[in-house]
C-alpha cells in the first residue's frame, strides 16, 4: 500500500486551455473526493465517487469541470477553459466508507 | 450546513512546550466525527487524531491530545513536547455520519503552528 497517489504534482497552463488531473486512491478503498484549496483556506469539497458513482457534487464544481472514476479504481477531474480563478491546488482523498479520509500530496494549477 | 471555524490564524510555541489550537463547530447533527489534519510546508495532508463525537472520552495519540466539549461545540488539539517537525498548518475538520449519506469533511480555515528551537 502505497497511499494516494496524483499526478502531476504541478500543472501550469495558459487560461482557456483544458487539464486533466489522475488520482490513485489506496487499493482498497471504494470512496473517492476530490477537494480544491487555495492559498491561506482549508480544502473545500468538489465531489466524491463510491466506487464507480458520482455521489455528490459541491455548487463550487461548474459545468466547466467533470470528474470520472471508470471502473471505480482511480479517478481524472478534468477543468476545460481553465481561468486564472482555478488556480489552486487540487486534493484528492479515499477512504472506506466508515474509515477516515487519507489524502494524496494534491496537484498544483496554475493559470497564466 | 456545518461550519468549522479556527480563531487562531497564526500560533508560535518553544520546542519542548505545550500548545493548544483551538476550534469550533456548529452543527445540528447529534452524531458526527471531528479530526485535526497536520500539512506541513509543500507537502501532503496527513491525520493527526480523529474523535467520534459518540465517545465521552478524549482521543489521544502519543503527544496529540483533544479537548472534545460537545455542549460547547469545540475541539481543541493539544501538542506536548513540541518539536520542529510539528511546525504545519492545522485544519480541524467536520464529518456527519455515513449513514448520513453525507461524508466530505468540512474544514476550518486553518492554523499556521511554529516551534521555536
Known amino acids: 500500500d502505497t497511499g494516494v497517489s496524483q499526478d502531476p504534482r504541478h500543472k501550469i497552463t495558459k487560461r482557456g486551455q483544458n487539464v486533466t488531473f489522475r488520482c490513485d486512491p489506496i487499493s482498497e478503498h471504494n470512496r473517492l473526493y476530490w477537494y480544491r484549496q487555495t492559498l491561506g483556506q482549508g480544502p473545500e469539497f468538489l465531489t466524491y465517487f463510491q466506487n464507480e458513482a458520482q455521489l455528490e457534487k459541491s455548487r463550487l464544481l461548474s459545468d466547466r469541470f467533470s470528474a470520472e472514476r471508470p471502473k471505480g479504481s482511480f479517478s481524472t477531474l478534468e477543468i476545460q477553459r481553465t481561468e486564472q480563478g482555478d488556480s489552486a491546488m487540487y486534493l484528492c482523498a479515499s477512504s472506506s466508507p466508515t474509515d477516515t479520509q487519507y489524502f494524496g500530496p494534491g496537484t498544483r494549477l496554475t493559470v497564466l | 450546513a456545518q461550519t468549522v471555524t479556527q480563531s487562531q490564524p497564526e500560533m508560535s510555541v518553544q520546542e519542548a512546550e505545550t500548545v493548544t489550537l483551538s476550534c469550533t463547530y456548529d452543527t445540528s447533527e447529534s452524531d458526527y466525527y471531528l479530526f485535526w489534519y497536520k500539512q506541513p510546508p509543500s507537502r501532503q495532508m496527513i491525520l493527526v487524531i480523529r474523535q467520534e463525537a459518540y465517545k465521552q472520552q478524549n482521543a489521544t495519540e502519543n503527544r496529540f491530545s483533544v479537548n472534545f466539549q460537545k455542549a460547547a461545540k469545540s475541539f481543541s488539539l493539544k501538542i506536548s513536547d513540541s518539536q520542529l517537525g510539528d511546525a504545519a498548518m492545522y485544519f480541524c475538520?467536520?464529518?456527519?455520519?455515513?449513514?448520513?449519506?453525507?461524508?466530505?469533511?468540512?474544514f476550518g480555515k486553518g492554523t499556521r503552528l511554529s516551534v521555536i528551537a
Open positions: 475538520a467536520y464529518r456527519s455520519p455515513p449513514n448520513s449519506g453525507n461524508t466530505p469533511l468540512v
